[in-house]
């Protein structure tokens, strides 16, 4: 019966492992802002292509072949 | 999607809507907007939910101070070398697009690493690369797509703050014992007739002592950590010679604690310590319920949040350089710009301004200040720029000086005593005398379980019921009020609510609307064709006087002005056939002067003579006599108005007969006002707006702001309440009385099961597995009793 003993303290220290883990998520912040994510996981990649010219993206090509010229 | 309506923010495009890709605009800064997210493949806004974007504002300038390397390293959270993270506040986050298109913001700029919106809170952490976008290019990127942040003196005091979690820490640690515990005292439950001595199950004695020296361990830290709130407030009520509630709680969790460490140390049973993790946990689980949080509103603000971090100042050799307000001093040459907020007391320097010190005063019409006249910290620039010589600092500012008062410094929170605090006195001293009694009862009969019955009389009256009653009804009175759009800072608020029997009213802004106003035409009547000349000269101006008669004319065809000029400050003017109007000041038009300054008026003149003139009203909210007429039935009303008397005839006729009127109501009359009236023993609600009403805010029991727009501009109060809702008030204030019956009611049902309890108690019987059936079932009978109750309230109003 002494078995008991293993069962308890592997039962004990699973229970305080994932007490730590809440302890350490509530740290973290995770717990801050319980609405925004899941908003957030609906989203996928939804750029819609358009034909038209992105002045943005045009400009920061050019840098970044700039700081390669640059190396 | 109606045709009529904006793209973009969903606006009506009341003329000359703009047309592009089939779509219509209400103007060009929402076209703008629509290209700039269209040529970035982030079109997929308006899918998400359509018309949800703003107009974006004119900004230009009104950043410069983000250049300065100072104002950078206190707005940052984080800044080092090209990385630099901010954390904005958004008013305008209000929709799943508002998320989707903020957190693609690297589409826009390259620069932009990474940007995470908190959408309660309405904030926005960007982390960006500064070499290739300053902070002040990415403020002026969001508000060119409408999602212009809201930065002030606030920003810049106190920018970090950390949050308090230790609640929920506890919560955690009481919970995770609270479990444990009630799994290792589960085999003693299935093993009540027998113990050692008659046989019994033999695993459960030869496990027994472990098993019960577990569960010692897992309530220490509950009772030292978690529960210690309670000792400490305990021991502070009797310092300060007051018996609250929490005196019998923590009087029953030392009894708890002591009795089973002694139980399980001279083995004589398995000790309450299920009983005594379950209490405190359901003990902080009604003190997070409690705790319900507006994240997006701030109900402590001062004027630092309306104050700009910074503010562009003329130097000696004329050029003009940003400089922070706390840098001002006496002397300064400051340039004020269009619609930017005068931050300290000066004298003008340009010819004329136009000052909207409604924020201040309360006064609804703007101010025609001449040169070198004295003008005042918190005033609004309507007209052009201004220039200024300053003449205090910041913090002695008039309006700042508000602030220094001493009720700012004051918790209201503390001198209330709350319903629960009020009966713990008489629950505590009942329960001690049962005890002693009993006791003594036991001493003369059987002294052997004298001590037994003590204990146990202590432990079975600890208030557990009694102290979730008011939590969960007030917490869910909370979130019900919410959701009705009236939020209150904390659940003494609404406890305060129900006592109120004196409610003061400011007059601008609280039961007037600063949206509408009607306006009556005075003098000799208009020809068609002036009328409609009339209204097409106005349509191009966008003083908001114009903008508002413009709405009130009748429709007239648009028609090309041969002539059109606007002077600033003074009005507008245009000709077409042989008709030329002025529409403008009294000085401008040239017409026969009505000089009482109490009425705000436009005057109109053709071809040089004067015609008439257009007098604006106060538009009073919908309802607001039949509220009064209805409040007034059970509470004492009065009206406190920073503006002049132009109103009182009116506001007599809609009132309530007797009702008390006072004008030219300064802030410091105000709080003098409240205060009078506490000392008559008065408990007083002032319902007000703007930060001249903050000190009569601060200084009321309960202090409601009322707000067209939630997000922005309420100064420091208990509650806001949304402008529609305003008819809605008197039921509100019926229904926190409602609630505290709620309470009342609750209270008796949990009394019911301490009798229940003490009947065990006294005659000696209790067993540990009695108080562990009975603490819960009696704390969530009441949970669920409060819940439902409050519910059925809910629905009732509203």
Redesign the interface.
Known sequence: ?SV??IL?TMS?AI?ILF?IA??IS??N?Q??????PS??M??ED?????K??????KY?DK?LKKEKRTQ | MDSNKCYHCGDDCINNSIKIDKKNFCCNGCKTVYEIFSSNDLSYYYDLQPAAGSTPKVVEGKYDFLDIAAVIEKLTEFNDGNVQIVNLHVPHIHCSSCIWVLENLNTLNPFVINSEVDFPKKTVRITYNSEGISIKNLVILLSRIGYEPYISLDDYDNNKKSIDRSLIYKLGVAGFAFGNVMFLSFPDYFDLSSNAASGGEFWLNEYQVIFRWLMFVFSLPVVFYAGWDYFISAYKGIRSKILNIDVPIALGIVVLFLRSTIDITFDLGSGFFDSLTGLIFFLLLGKFFQQKTYSFLSFDRDYKSYFPIAVTRITSEEKEETTQVHAIRKGDRLLIRNEELIPVDGTLLSSTARIDYSFVSGESEPVLKKVGEKIFAGGKQLDGTLEMIVQKSVSQSYLTQLWSNSVFQKDKNSKFQTLTNSIGKRFTITVLSIAAIATAFWLYYDPSKAMNVFTAVLIIACPCAISLAAPFTLGNMLRIFGRKKFYLKDTQTIEQLAQIDTAIFDKTGTITTLQKSTASYEGMPLSDAEESLLKNTIRASNHPLSRSLYDILSQQNIVTLDEYEEHLGKGVEGSKDENHIKVGSADFVGGELHFDALTTSVYISNNNNYKGRYVFHNQYREGVSEVFKAMSKTLDLAILSGDNEGEKARLEKLLPKLTPLYFNQKPEHKLEFIKSLQEQDKKVMMIGDGLNDAGALAQSNVGIAISENINVFSPACDGILDASKFQQLYPYINASKKAMKIIKLSFILSLLYNIIGLYFAITGQLQPVIAAILMPLSSISVVVFATVMTSILGRKIE
């Open positions: 019966m008991i003993y308890l004990i229970a007490f809440f302890i509530v740290k912040g717990y801050d802002d319980s609405y925004t908003v957030r609906l989203f939804e750029l819609v292509k358009s038209t010219e992105k002045p943005y993206k920061s840098i």
